[in-house]
């Protein structure tokens, strides 16, 4: 999967991505239904988003006046660049808190606090770091014990590129978070699908501004990009769904009919 793109539509390979075998299966092993939500299990249009910034100064602060640097420390502080009264990340377990901190984060699950409540916050969620490397990480969106159903079935991609060189359009580095997702397909999900595309776009504006801020703050030079989010029907984009790897043997990644009673009395309420 290529992280340099400076196009709109940056997020269409993560279509493709499923978390690699050895991923799914710590995951299913984790607990009584746990499992990898699949955007093709998804209900409605597909999400496809690329929110940049451009760094055109490095902080001059010791740690974050290189790109790796940076990058790191965003990763490792996260919750300094999103508002955690409408989003906060917390690593599910003690374990998964040793897990991220490290260099090879690959495998942690992350819980997402959406909110502090309101009549909108029926769930929070959670994520499986499905994917590392030195210049980018793949959150997937999965069930957990705790949460339940995450809101949104796929892939959010975490990462830097940078473009040089003699003739080349947009010459310089770039901080992006994008993301190829649908709602997960349960009955209060179905009626919310705005909602839900329109807070997470709401967060990932605020991400690129403080993104932006904080390298400003550090004797740096940061641009915030325009950015892109835009919803296409599934029917017209599952050409571009050609699997990274097969789902491993699971009933959880055999598509059955819809249970609503039973979606409903999962938690003794809507989910």
Known sequence: MSVIENGPMAAVPLISFRPPPDIQRAIDARGFNWHIHPVEFGIGPLNLDNYRIKIVQHPSVRGLDTTEGLFKYIRLNINQFVDTDKCEFEPYSDSDSRRWNTDLPIGTVMHIDF?????????????????????????????????????????????????????????????????????????????????????????????????????????????????????????????????????????????????????????????
């Open 115 to 271: 909110g502090r409540g309101g009549p909108l916050n029926l769930e929070d969620g959670s994520v499986v770091c499905s994917a590392h490397s030195d210049n980018y990480w793949i959150f997937s969106t999965v069930w957990t014990g705790d949460d339940f159903n995450h809101p949104v079935s796929g892939n959010r991609q975490f990462g830097y590129y940078s473009i040089s060189g003699p003739g080349l359009p947009g010459d310089g580095t770039y901080i992006y978070t994008r993301a190829a997702d649908r709602v997960t397909d349960n009955i209060v999900n179905g009626a919310l699908i705005n909602t839900i595309f329109d807070g997470g776009h709401k967060t990932w504006l605020d991400f690129q501004q403080r993104m932006a801020r904080f390298v400003n703050s550090k004797g740096g030079k940061a641009e915030v990009l325009p950015a892109f989010s835009a919803r296409y029907e599934w029917s017209k984009m599952k050409d571009q769904h050609r699997p990274t790897t097969e789902w491993i043997k699971s009933r959880h990644y055999i598509r059955t009919p819809r249970n609503p009673d039973r979606e409903l009395s999962t938690r003794g309420g809507p989910v």
